[in-house]
C-alpha cells in the first residue's frame, strides 16, 4: 500500500485527486495539508490533518506527495518533497516556466525519485475516442484536427490567483491539457504561431487563445479555449480526406467527481448516446453519416500508471519530458502573440 498525502484542498485537490487516490487499489489518502479547515478530515473520516507542508513531509510513512496548490507554487512544492525523498504527482501545469520543470525532472532524476505530471485529460472519454478513430483511420489522411475547450463564464475567476497574470492564465490552465492530447497524437510541430489575449472586463489573466501547430506535411492543428461562449464550439472537429468527425460537449468525469468521495459504479465515464461524437464520411461514392460511441473516461488509469511506475511495474503514465515539451509550445504561443509571426521551434534541451 501507498500511502499517499495530499497538498492542498481546493478545487483540483477535492474534485480531481482526492476521489481518484481514494479509488484506486494500493493507494491510500493518508494525510492532506490544510492550513486552518478541516474539510478534507470531513469528507474522509481517519486521514490525518497537517497545518503544514513541513509537517507532511516528516511523516516517514507517506511516499507519495500529491501537489495541488496554484501553478506559482508547484516548483517550490515539488522540490519540497523531493529533498524530503518523497514521488511527487503535480498538478498542471508542473511549473510556470519549462526551465523550471526541467529543474524538477534533474533533480528527481539524481535523486532515484519521480516527478509525474498530472495530465489528466490522455483519459478523457472524447480524447481516448479520438485516438481510437485515428487508430482506425477511418478519416483517411487527415489534413486538420481542432480542439477547443470552451466556457461561458463572463466574471472575472473566483479564486483570486487565476486572475494573476503571473500564473499563465487560461493559457497554462487549459492550454496546457489541449496542447499534451495534441502532442500526444501527432508528435512535435515545426512551428507555432498563436493569438494570446484577455476579452473579458477589468485587468487580470489571459482568457483567450488560439494556437496553431505547424507541421512539415502540411498537416496542422489548431487549439482554442476562451471564457465567453454561451454556445461552444465543437470539443473536436477532424477533418480528413474520407471525411470528418464533430464531437460536442466536455467529458463528464469531473461533474461527477465534484460529487463523490470515491468511484463506485461501473458504468463510470459513460457517455448517453446523445452525446457521442458524429462520423461523417464517404463510402464509395456515398456520403454515410453515424454516430460514434464515446469510449468511455477514465482519469483512474493515470493514478494506476503512477502506484504501478512507484512499483517498478512500468514507466510513468506522463514524463516530466511531456510536461516540459507542452510547456514549450506554450512559450512559444505566448511570444508568437507578442511578437505577431510565426515561432520555429527548437526541441533542443529536453529533460531525460
Known amino acids: 500500500m501507498i500511502r499517499v498525502g495530499l497538498v492542498g484542498f481546493g478545487l483540483a485537490g477535492r474534485v480531481f485527486h482526492a476521489p481518484l487516490i ?44 500529491v501537489v495541488a496548490t496554484p501553478n506559482d507554487t508547484h516548483y517550490q512544492v515539488a522540490t519540497q518533497a523531493l529533498e524530503a525523498a518523497k514521488n511527487v504527482v503535480v498538478d498542471k501545469p508542473a511549473a510556470v516556466t519549462s526551465a523550471e520543470i526541467a529543474q524538477l525532472a534533474e533533480f528527481a532524476g539524481g535523486l532515484g525519485l519521480q516527478v509525474i505530471p498530472f ?7 472524447d ?6 478513430l485515428l487508430q482506425e483511420k477511418l478519416l483517411g489522411s487527415l489534413v486538420h484536427y481542432e480542439s477547443n475547450f470552451d466556457r461561458w463564464r463572463p466574471g472575472s475567476a473566483t479564486r483570486a490567483w487565476k486572475e494573476d497574470p503571473d500564473q499563465g492564465g487560461i493559457l497554462l490552465d487549459l492550454g496546457t491539457h489541449i496542447v ?37 506535411t502540411g498537416f496542422s492543428v489548431t ?18 480526406t474520407r471525411g470528418n468527425f464533430w464531437k460536442w460537449g466536455l467529458d463528464p468525469q469531473e461533474d461527477a467527481l465534484g460529487q ?3 468511484i463506485a459504479t461501473t458504468s463510470w ?21 453515424r454516430p460514434i460511441e464515446t469510449v468511455p473516461g477514465d482519469y483512474r488509469l493515470f493514478y494506476e500508471g503512477v502506484r504501478d511506475a512507484l512499483l517498478g511495474k512500468g514507466p510513468a503514465p506522463v514524463s516530466a519530458a511531456d510536461a516540459w515539451r507542452a510547456a514549450r509550445v506554450l512559450e512559444w504561443a505566448a511570444e508568437s502573440s507578442k511578437a505577431h509571426r510565426d515561432i520555429e521551434c527548437d526541441w533542443s534541451g529536453a529533460p531525460e
Open 260 to 262: 463523490i468521495t470515491s
Open 22 to 65: 481514494s479509488s484506486v487499489d494500493g493507494l491510500e489518502l493518508a494525510a492532506v495539508v490544510e492550513r486552518s479547515s478541516n474539510h478534507a478530515a470531513e469528507r474522509y473520516p481517519g486521514i490525518t490533518t497537517y497545518r503544514s507542508i513541513e509537517e507532511l513531509l516528516a511523516d516517514t510513512s507517506i511516499k507519495l506527495i
Open 119 to 125: 495530465h489528466n485529460r490522455r483519459w478523457d472519454g
Open 223 to 240: 487549439l482554442g479555449a476562451n471564457c465567453l461562449s454561451s454556445l461552444p464550439r465543437p470539443r473536436f472537429h477532424l477533418r480528413g
Open 180 to 216: 499534451d492530447q495534441a502532442l500526444t497524437l501527432f508528435g512535435l510541430p515545426e512551428s507555432v504561431s498563436a493569438e494570446v489575449r484577455r476579452e473579458r472586463d477589468g485587468e487580470g489573466a489571459n482568457d483567450t487563445f488560439t494556437v496553431r501547430l505547424h507541421y512539415y
Open 269 to 289: 465515464g459513460r457517455e448517453p448516446a446523445d452525446r457521442w461524437g458524429t462520423l461523417r464520411v464517404d463510402e464509395d461514392g456515398n456520403i454515410v453519416t
Open 127 to 132: 480524447f481516448r475516442t479520438v485516438h481510437a
